[in-house]
């Protein structure tokens, strides 16, 4: 049985601590590892230390350009801890919404931008479609047994065959893959994968599991992957995904 969980790393610079907070909240949700800078020189010093996929970054902040952090992500070799990965990719988040600005942002090294007020949803969407471009980055797979998680392309299989699964599916098999063997009950799930304003008396994690459940069992599988413990809640069981099925398959 083979449990590998290696998660997409993304940087938040952004001086407004609510916004960054809330922004955090959200990817993390969604099952990234997340780390914040409210500054220049705490997101200088973080890249210099840690290897990220993404940086979300903020143009005003109080000790520097994020314009100059941006081009210094694509050219400083301090920017770069691990030789064998490559710059991360920049989505730009700013209240700067000129044409002539977003031009200069995206010269300056920035792979998309994004113009606030924003909705989480669309932000969401663009660290997806930007992490796509780099699907054959390390940290974007999850492996439990024979199910495989690609992060980046939005891609599970199962024994090398591939699921269909809605977003809020495939969110919580996340969730459910970064934690293996752990038993998740309800409330967790609503906090984690859903969000604050979900209802703790709703059904809804209930058919999620169940839905999720029947699409990622298979025919020869002794148990389903995913146990219901009652009165505690659910685990996604290594032991069964990692399992050759019944004997003579």
């Known amino acids: 049985m083979t449990v590998t969980v290696t998660r997409v790393r993304i940087l938040v610079v952004e001086d407004e601590t609510d916004l960054a907070d809330a922004i955090a909240m959200g990817l993390r949700r969604e099952g990234y590892a997340?780390?914040?800078?409210?500054?220049?020189?705490?997101?200088?010093?973080?890249?210099?230390?840690?290897?990220?996929?993404?940086?979300?970054?903020?143009?005003?902040?109080?000790?520097?350009?994020?314009l100059e952090l941006a081009s210094r992500i694509r050219s400083d070799p301090m920017m770069a801890p691990d030789e064998d990965q490559?710059?991360?990719?920049?989505?730009?988040?700013?209240?700067?919404?000129?044409?002539?600005?977003?031009?200069?942002?995206?010269?300056?090294?920035?792979?998309?931008?994004?113009?606030?007020?924003?909705?989480?949803?669309?932000?969401?969407?663009?660290?997806?479609s930007l992490l796509r471009r780099d699907a054959g980055r390390s940290g974007a797979r999850l492996t439990v047994g024979d199910l495989e998680m690609d992060t980046a392309r939005f891609e599970v299989t199962r024994r090398g065959r591939l699921l269909d699964l809605t977003a809020k599916e495939f969110a919580l098999l996340r969730y459910f893959m970064t934690h293996a063997g752990e038993v998740l009950s309800q409330e967790r799930l609503l906090e984690h994968v859903w969000d604050e304003n979900a209802d703790p008396l709703t059904n809804t994690v209930r058919v999620t599991v169940g839905t999720?459940?029947?699409?990622?069992?298979?025919?020869?599988?002794l148990e389903p992957p995913i146990e219901t413990v009652i009165g505690a809640g659910y685990r996604l069981r290594p032991d069964v995904v990692g399992a050759p099925g019944k004997a003579g398959e």
Do not use: C, H, W
Request: charged content about 35%; proline content about 5%; hydrophobic content about 40%.
């Open 34 to 66: 997340v780390d914040v800078a409210n500054d220049y020189r705490g997101a200088a010093d973080r890249l210099a230390v840690t290897a990220y996929d993404l940086v979300t970054l903020d143009l005003n902040l109080p000790d520097g350009d994020g």
């Open 86 to 128: 490559p710059a991360p990719r920049v989505l730009m988040v700013t209240a700067r919404d000129g044409v002539g600005e977003r031009v200069v942002g995206l010269d300056q090294g920035a792979d998309d931008y994004l113009v606030k007020p924003f909705d989480f949803a669309e932000l969401s969407a663009r660290v997806r």
């Open 212 to 221: 999720l459940r029947r699409k990622i069992t298979r025919d020869d599988d």
